[in-house]
């Protein structure tokens, strides 16, 4: 009997991918992530079957342990979706490298939601700030005003996501 429990236990363990479920009615599907929409997120589950699940604007998304838009959770990333039946996700957690640039250019102008830069080609680009974002000359922290228009700035960000920091390169 003691065989059993721990052959079940072993089986349970061995396959994460498969669907779980939870209290409530809840379940878990796990694996890695085929394609992402505003309304669902698909998944290649251990066991090599695709299961689709619904997303909608009140499922929360955690994107390497911090909250984040489903936008940012790309094809590739390890991606745990917690759902109760054909209704929209309750939250989507996923693991993944992001991929990152760095923005370089004068600033045009500055609010408290968006950074606008002048980039060398001359058009014009503007970059999503949250609370987030840091702001910082050679290194150091410094207020947001510092990146006033007319000062040149290296933004470092997500592709298609809010700034992470503001690198004060010459003031205005």
Do not use: C, W, Y
Not at 68 to 93: D, E, K, M
Request: proline share 7%; no cysteine.
């Amino acid at each position: 009997m003691h065989t059993l429990a721990v052959a079940s236990a072993a089986v349970g363990l061995a396959l994460p991918g498969v669907a779980g479920a939870a209290p409530g009615g809840l379940t878990t599907d796990r694996g890695v992530v085929q394609s992402v929409s505003p309304t669902e997120i698909v998944l290649r589950e251990l066991d090599g079957s695709a299961v689709t699940l619904a997303v909608g604007p009140s499922t929360r998304v955690k994107l390497n342990g911090g909250p984040a838009l489903l936008a940012s959770v790309q094809p590739g990333f390890v991606a745990s979706v917690v759902h109760n039946g054909p209704r929209p996700a309750i939250v989507v957690r996923a693991f993944g490298k992001v991929a990152s640039v760095t923005d370089r250019g004068v600033v045009t102008a500055l609010t408290p939601a968006t950074i606008t830069l002048r980039i060398q080609d001359g058009t014009q680009v503007t970059i999503a700030l949250d609370a987030a974002t840091q702001f910082r000359r050679f290194g150091l922290p410094v207020r947001a005003g510092a990146a006033r228009p007319g000062a040149l700035v290296a933004v470092s960000h997500p592709v298609g996501g809010a700034a992470r920091v503001v690198s004060v390169l010459k003031r205005a």
